[in-house]
């Protein structure tokens, strides 16, 4: 099992940056792949970005392409999410999640085995 805890939100003006990052325990981290989510009020949770287990392969959701970049640092057991040119359509709870298919990069929520709690992340115009 892994468990996961993000960090990183918080309140932005349009235009600008923030760092999602989601601690992963356990000792197999790198055996899993890692995927983004975000859920606005009222919302389907989405896809937003997916990497493989090493980090040489990623994927996005077209609303965040050229401006999210999803990375992972396995030494440190931590998958980041780099978020650019923020705008308030990009406010959410955004949710970290795990899969064991490692070389898979999945955009359905239903291909996750594990989640974590989520962190707010609002965007003011």
């Known amino acids: 099992q892994v468990q996961l805890v993000e960090s990183g939100g918080g309140l932005v003006q349009a235009g600008g940056s923030l760092r999602l990052s989601c601690a992963a325990s356990?000792?197999?981290?790198?055996?899993?792949?890692m995927g983004w989510f975000r859920q606005a009020p009222g919302k389907e949770r989405e896809f937003v970005a997916a990497i493989s287990w090493s980090g040489g392969s990623t994927y996005y959701a077209d609303s965040v392409k050229g401006r999210f970049t999803i990375s992972r640092d396995n030494a440190k057991n931590t998958v980041y999410l780099q978020m650019n040119s923020l705008n308030p359509e990009d406010t959410a709870v955004y949710y970290c999640a795990a899969h064991r298919f490692r070389g898979v990069l999945i955009p359905q929520r239903e291909g996750y085995d594990y989640w974590g709690q989520g962190t707010q992340v609002t965007v003011s115009s």
């Open positions: 356990g000792r197999t981290f790198n055996s899993y792949a």
